[in-house]
């Protein structure tokens, strides 16, 4: 299903939603399948970008994050929580790169319970490659909106990431 498709999806479901649940805040409602929607399109485009590049782009990203840090290193949380996955699945795409020569594992210094995630040369060498290959693919993910649009999406972004940062707790505590 393409994202025109999906857009129409939302739109003829809404009324029927409104309908069938009356107390659901159907604007808050839209913007979190909207969003959804959003990420997946995103996930679309760029996985056979990416997969012809034999990498992902959560392991791009953790490998960009490397190469942009003072150190060249990284805590496996650190990068879960920096490029948005699960624990068990940033232990897996350390794993793969870890396998692929790009980044080393070792023990933290000063707690053998954590490990260190650093890239290695190959790694860096591996993400100067990427980038001229992966840069016109994401300039044409975005080339619909004017540059005013870029920006204000990524305000509202940004604002959005910050309001949901209220806990749970704090929320049951409000209804």
């Not at 604007?27 to 034999?54: K, N, Y």
């Not at 980044?103 to 990427?130: L, M, N, S």
Request: glycine share 8%; net charge neutral.
């Amino acid at each position: 299903m393409n994202g025109q498709q999906r857009l129409s999806k939302v739109a003829s479901s809404t009324p029927r939603m409104a309908a069938a649940l009356p107390g659901m805040p159907m604007d808050g409602t839209v913007m979190v399948r909207l969003l959804r929607i959003s990420g997946s399109g995103l996930s679309d485009f760029f996985e056979p970008v990416f997969r012809a590049l034999d990498l992902s782009e959560h392991s791009f990203h953790v490998l960009c994050l490397l190469v942009a840090s003072q150190t060249g290193s990284a805590s496996p949380s650190e990068l879960s929580d920096m490029v948005g996955t699960s624990r068990g699945n940033m232990t897996r795409i350390l794993e793969e790169l870890e396998e692929d020569g790009w980044v080393a594992r070792t023990v933290a210094p000063r707690d053998a319970r954590r490990h260190v995630i650093t890239i290695t040369a190959e790694g860096r060498e591996k993400v100067r490659d990427t980038v001229p290959r992966i840069a016109g693919p994401i300039d044409r993910a975005f080339s619909d909106l004017t540059a005013e649009e870029f920006a204000l999406l990524g305000k509202l972004l940004r604002k959005l990431i910050v309001s949901l940062d209220k806990d749970a707790g704090e929320i049951r505590a409000v209804a």
